[in-house]
């Protein structure tokens, strides 16, 4: 089943400042869903640093940590959404 891509913020409503989804083509009636994703999002501060530290020796380099970087876990994030809605 082949449904549509995600409208971004104006595209579904240039007053909108949200995302969506529009049904797959063929359904019986135009429906459009809307989602939304609460993260709770915390200082990376010292604290977190360290614990960044701490499981990367634990868990070596290449690991996947969940302490990271504001843009790494920024990064890792996005890809995350992306493969959820490719």
Known sequence: ???C???GPGE????VDVYAI???PGAPQREVYFMGLIDV???YDTKKKAAHAAK???HGAGAEISTVHPEHYAK???D???NIFA
């Open 12 to 15: 579904f409503d240039p007053y």
């Open 5 to 7: 891509k995600p409208l």
């Open 80 to 82: 995350f959404i992306s």
């Open 1 to 3: 089943m082949s449904c």
């Open 76 to 78: 890792r994030f996005r």
């Open 41 to 43: 999002l915390t200082q």
């Open 56 to 58: 990367t020796v634990k």
């Open 22 to 24: 529009g049904n797959c």
